[in-house]
């Protein structure tokens, strides 16, 4: 079946520091995928999306490429913010339904 | 502005117990899920509809049930609760159209069973 890997945390970094969130996939034909983040107390927000191979997602200052050759789809920013620690989650789409498999999510801290 | 909207926010109950968490959203959206968020699994899907008077399981569908009378709203039914289904649990819902319709995501339901 599907499913999404993506880098345990949490991740801690300095603000203005350049972020990294890995994530790969396991899926047969071409799946959407996306970025959802999670602050504290409250339910997921879609951060950036990518629909086809080579896509780049763009969000907020995040970015994500949808590489198929490597099955990634890794979230980037070049310079993080305090404001941007929450929960970070790599997730697909594919077939009816509209339905979502999530990675495990990766939480990020930012420190001054 | 509601969104999502989901209740209770939090509950705690004893094995055996019974209860529904309700989900309602504005939207006129024809899709709604529920999830459960357990520490180091992510999100998983335990029942969906695809419009009103229909539901199907997903991935964590035992111990639950559901239904979805009326298009804005989709209920979540665990009718002996069990330990196992400590969770946080989360409505989402989205819409047809052209392209992707992203999920929205209510604010969750705090589950505690003892």
């Known amino acids: 079946g599907d499913s999404v890997t993506q880098m345990e945390g949490p991740v801690t970094l300095s603000e203005e520091a350049f972020l990294t969130i890995n994530c790969t996939y396991t899926?047969?034909?071409?799946?959407?995928l996306f970025w959802y983040v999670q602050y504290p107390g409250e339910g997921l927000q879609l951060l950036l999306k990518?629909?086809?191979?080579?896509d780049k997602g763009s969000n907020k200052g995040f970015e994500a490429t949808y590489r198929k050759e490597t099955t990634s789809f890794h979230l980037e920013k070049g310079s993080v913010q305090v404001s941007d620690s929450a929960v970070y989650f790599c997730?697909?789409?594919?077939?009816?339904?509209?339905?979502?498999?999530f990675g495990t999510g990766t939480q990020l801290k930012v420190e001054l | 502005n509601a969104g999502v909207t989901q209740t209770p926010k939090f509950r705690v109950l004893k094995t055996g117990q019974s209860m529904t968490l309700l989900c309602a959203q504005d939207?006129?959206?024809?899709?709604m899920y529920w999830y459960r968020q357990d520490p180091g699994m992510g999100l998983r899907l335990i029942h969906y509809?695809?419009?009103?008077?229909?539901?199907a399981k997903g991935e964590v569908p035992d111990g639950y049930n559901v239904s979805r009378l009326k298009k804005q709203n989709f209920l979540l039914g665990l009718e002996s609760a069990a330990p196992s289904q400590t969770s946080v649990y989360f409505c989402?819902?989205?819409?047809?159209?052209?392209?992707?319709?992203?999920?929205?995501f209510g604010d969750g339901t705090r589950l505690s069973i003892l």
């Open positions: 997730a697909l789409s594919r077939g009816g339904g509209n339905k979502l498999t």
């Open positions: 899926a047969t034909g071409y799946p959407s």
């Open positions: 990518a629909t086809k191979a080579d």
């Open positions: 939207m006129n959206h024809e899709y």
């Open positions: 509809s695809v419009g009103e008077g229909t539901t």
């Open positions: 989402a819902s989205n819409g047809q159209g052209a392209g992707y319709q992203p999920q929205h």
